[in-house]
């Protein structure tokens, strides 16, 4: 008995041995494909965003009517809403990002040029200080500040409970910066 042992344990060990002389003679399969490659995330730069609050609403339908005013506000699912200040360095950008659910945002100074990456000629979109725009949620994009001057936005973020407000994506190829 005691020599089966002794066997089997010199027979792992030379098993081992050889699928440790083979490894640096042959790749994986997922290695060796070239078309797999790490996605190119940009990282943002001279844009600094400080959160004023963050709260959950839960699931909500909201409707106002007056004075001939009429909105409608809806989310079936559970919902924070967070509001975040954004100052941005001229020549500061977000990085190319996305949010899970829709951003409402207010341009307080100076301009702000939003990219989207579905878009194929990849055209400016010019926010001026005092304007709006809404990101919808899953659509990746990049905002720049792209004058001479601070920018400053507030953007307001309806996402999905506890989940992230922003998640990096990767750099479209009909964009060239």
Not at 50 to 74: M, P
Not at 123 to 142: C, D, N, R, W, Y
Not at 170 to 177: D, L, Q, S, T
């Amino acid at each position: 008995m005691i020599r089966e042992r002794r066997f089997s344990l010199a027979a792992v060990a030379a098993i081992a041995i050889g699928a440790l002389a083979c490894r640096g003679t042959t790749t994986p399969r997922e290695l060796s494909d070239p078309g797999i490659t790490e996605p190119s995330f940009t990282a943002a730069v001279d844009f600094t965003p400080t959160v004023v609050g963050r709260g959950n609403l839960g699931t909500f339908h909201i409707q106002s009517k007056a004075a001939g005013y009429d909105v409608e506000l809806k989310s079936h699912d559970n919902t924070d809403i967070a509001v975040v200040n954004i100052d941005v360095k001229p020549g500061g950008h977000s990085g190319w990002h996305y949010h899970p659910g829709p951003v409402l945002v207010v341009v307080k100074t100076g301009t702000i040029t939003f990219y989207m990456g579905d878009d194929p000629r990849c055209s400016p979109q010019v926010h001026p200080a005092g304007t709006t725009f809404i990101e919808k949620g899953g659509m990746v994009g990049l905002a720049r500040n792209e004058g001479t001057v601070d920018a400053s936005v507030v953007a307001t973020f309806f996402v999905p409970a506890g989940s992230p407000t922003r998640i990096d994506a990767a750099a479209p190829g009909n964009c060239a910066f």
